[in-house]
């Protein structure tokens, strides 16, 4: 069963350094987000990608945070200058649209990012 | 703003039966319900789009009541395999279909 992949599954980095999250979508879906988890807390919204462009994002989703589809595999997160707060999981998500307008969303498993 | 679920925590022995609901201030267009098993990613259960909608997958079950803006989480007969937290996820529709998650119901099935 196709699945959405994401890596590294654990980063560690230090407060202001860059990190770039990876993610591989199921192949023939459309729509990709980026979502983020605090631990303990609930899963959050921070972006959405359709057609080589951002289509909507969160407030969350400052002028530090930005994706990329480099090819036609991979959908990136970059944050630029980690802070301590951005320490999360971050799930990446993908969907295609149906007839309805309705779309389930996969997760991949997740990459923990921790900021020293 | 975010839905709001409840109850935050329930607590079962095998075989009992639970409903978690999912209610929001805002209009809905469809309501997704994920299980988050600690340290792993949300598995998508199912998804309600029309008002009044009602759901099965298994012994899991969901309804939608649109005018109330209201979903509700049916599990019967619960296994060990039902532990986790459960998310309801809320979309107004729009191109994004992005989804709201509500704050989680942490659900621990005990034998």
């Known amino acids: 069963e196709p699945e959405v992949t994401q890596t590294p599954s654990h980063q560690v980095t230090q407060m202001g350094q860059e990190v770039i999250l990876r993610c591989v979508p199921i192949?023939?879906?459309?729509?990709f987000y980026w979502y983020r988890q605090i631990l303990g807390q609930k899963v959050e919204f921070l972006v959405s990608f359709y057609n080589n462009e951002i289509s909507e994002k969160s407030e969350i989703f400052d002028d530090q945070f930005s994706v990329e589809r480099p090819d036609g595999s991979n959908f990136t997160l970059k944050i630029r200058s980690t802070k301590l707060e951005d320490s999360a999981m971050y799930f990446c998500?993908?969907?295609?649209?149906?007839?309805?307008?309705?779309?389930?969303?996969?997760f991949g498993p997740g990459t923990r990012l921790t900021v020293l | 703003q975010q839905p709001v679920q409840s109850p935050q925590a329930v607590i079962l022995r095998e075989g009992e039966d639970a409903v978690i609901n999912c209610s929001s201030s805002k209009a809905l267009y469809s309501v997704h319900w994920y299980r988050q098993k600690h340290g792993e990613a949300p598995v998508f259960l199912m998804i309600?789009?029309?008002?009044?909608e009602q759901k099965g997958h298994d012994k899991i079950s969901a309804s939608f009541n649109e005018k109330k803006q209201q979903s509700s989480l049916y599990l019967t007969a619960s296994q060990l395999s039902y532990s986790g937290t459960y998310f309801c996820?809320?979309?107004?529709?729009?191109?994004?279909?992005?989804?709201?998650f509500g704050t989680g119901t942490l659900l621990a099935v005990q034998p």
């Open positions: 998500a993908s969907s295609w649209i149906q007839r309805g307008g309705y779309n389930e969303q996969f």
């Open positions: 192949s023939n879906h459309l729509y």
């Open positions: 996820g809320t979309s107004g529709g729009g191109a994004t279909n992005k989804l709201i």
């Open positions: 309600l789009l029309k008002g009044g």
